[in-house]
């Protein structure tokens, strides 16, 4: 079990990683230009929304009442906490490695993280109740830590790069940062405090059900942009990218604070956090290597060159 120091470390640098990060995403928001984007593709927006807030929540729970139900208790809680968290931060740097389309994977980011805010304090404590677990919360208290942490951040964020456009640059960068070295040392002294607890679940059948989760992301994404007859590949990519993998910063607040004392739910969150990005990567990596390589940028097409003039005679 983890000690006092090892809990104090867990606990501070995961609340200052989903602080900087959300700080961070408002940084890089251009309001104007991500309503326009959700706007313009309101259709996908909205079927996004319904599949990530009711289709993969419902695949997880009939997942987890059928294929998985003999795992434990805290740890479906932990499934359902990732089940309602969507939008995953580093969805639009995935895309740039895919060489994906990074503009509509930031607006579909913002829809996604703003509307599990409203979502997971409402359909959390339903989904815990459908899978049985012992478990409770509250909707304040699911509710709270998104409004302070989360909400909060991404409000200063915007305001401070509309009050100061020149420091926004460089402070967004350091930003990026802090925000991915507090994840690693959340991660890894995690890891270190219930390094038991990740060798008993081995063998509760858990990390198969882990493995699940992703492929339940990337198989509702691509059925998703198939369903639109969404033809680009870098909009589809961008797409499953987002939808893939689940919000960690949400899931954090959730392990922190309503599910503090229960260690169960922290081990079930990390480790599908971990499968989750390892297997999307690797699907990242894979399209890249498919793309062209003359597309060099996920956020430009790539400019087709004008034949050259025929020579005059003199």
């Given at each position: 079990?983890?000690?006092?120091?090892?809990?104090?470390?867990?606990?501070?640098?995961?609340?200052?990683?989903?602080?900087v990060n959300?700080?961070?995403?408002?940084?890089r928001?251009?309001?104007?230009?991500i309503?326009?984007?959700a706007?313009?593709?309101?259709?996908?927006?909205?079927?996004?929304?319904?599949?990530?807030?009711?289709?993969?929540?419902?695949?997880?729970?009939?997942?987890?009442?059928?294929?998985?139900?003999?795992?434990?208790?805290?740890?479906?809680?932990?499934?359902?906490?990732?089940?309602?968290?969507?939008?995953?931060?580093?969805?639009?740097?995935?895309?740039?490695?895919?060489?994906?389309?990074?503009?509509?994977?930031t607006?579909?980011?913002?829809?996604?993280?703003?509307?599990?805010?409203?979502?997971?304090?409402?359909?959390?404590?339903?989904?815990?109740?459908a899978?049985?677990?012992?478990l409770?919360a509250?909707?304040?208290?699911?509710?709270?830590?998104?409004l302070?942490?989360m909400?909060?951040?991404?409000?200063?964020?915007?305001?401070?790069r509309?009050?100061?456009?020149?420091?926004?640059p460089?402070?967004?960068?350091?930003?990026?940062r802090?925000a991915i070295?507090?994840?690693?040392?959340?991660?890894?002294v995690?890891?270190?405090?219930?390094?038991?607890?990740?060798?008993?679940?081995?063998?509760?059948?858990?990390y198969?059900?882990a493995?699940a989760?992703?492929f339940?992301?990337?198989?509702?994404?691509?059925?998703?942009?198939?369903?639109?007859g969404?033809?680009?590949?870098?909009?589809?990519?961008?797409t499953?990218?987002?939808?893939?993998?689940r919000?960690?910063?949400?899931?954090?607040?959730?392990?922190?604070?309503p599910?503090g004392?229960?260690?169960?739910?922290?081990v079930?969150?990390?480790?599908l956090?971990?499968?989750?990005?390892?297997?999307?990567?690797l699907?990242?990596?894979m399209?890249?290597r498919?793309?062209?390589?003359s597309?060099?940028?996920?956020n430009?097409?790539?400019?087709?060159?004008?034949?050259?003039?025929?020579?005059?005679?003199?």
């Open positions: 079990m983890a000690t006092h120091t090892q809990s104090v470390l867990i606990n501070w640098f995961g609340v200052l990683f989903v602080i959300t700080f961070g995403l408002g940084l928001l251009e309001v104007g230009k309503l326009g984007q706007f313009a593709h309101r259709k996908l927006a909205a079927w996004a929304l319904v599949t990530n807030f009711v289709v993969i929540p419902l695949l997880f729970v009939g997942y987890l009442l059928t294929i998985a139900s003999s795992i434990p208790g805290e740890i479906k809680v932990g499934f359902c906490v990732a089940a309602l968290c969507a939008g995953m931060p580093f969805a639009p740097l995935l895309a740039r490695v895919a060489k994906a389309d990074v503009s509509i994977s607006t579909l980011l913002v829809v996604l993280t703003v509307a599990t805010i409203v979502a997971l304090p409402i359909g959390l404590p339903i989904a815990i109740d899978v049985d677990a012992q409770k509250s909707a304040w208290d699911i509710a709270w830590p998104l302070v942490f909400l909060l951040p991404l409000s200063l964020g915007c305001g401070f509309l009050w100061r456009p020149a420091l926004t460089p402070v967004a960068r350091w930003v990026v802090i070295l507090c994840l690693l040392v959340n991660l890894n995690a890891l270190a405090a219930y390094w038991d607890l990740f060798k008993e679940t081995w063998g509760t059948e858990s198969i059900a493995l989760g992703p339940v992301g990337l198989g509702c994404g691509y059925l998703l942009v198939s369903g639109l969404v033809k680009d590949v870098g909009f589809r990519h961008a499953e990218v987002t939808t893939a993998v919000n960690i910063a949400p899931m954090l607040l959730m392990m922190i604070f599910f004392a229960d260690p169960l739910v922290t079930s969150i990390t480790i956090n971990t499968i989750g990005i390892v297997t999307v990567l699907f990242v990596l399209w890249r498919a793309a062209s390589p597309d060099t940028d996920g430009q097409p790539v400019s087709k060159q004008r034949p050259a003039p025929p020579p005059t005679s003199a």
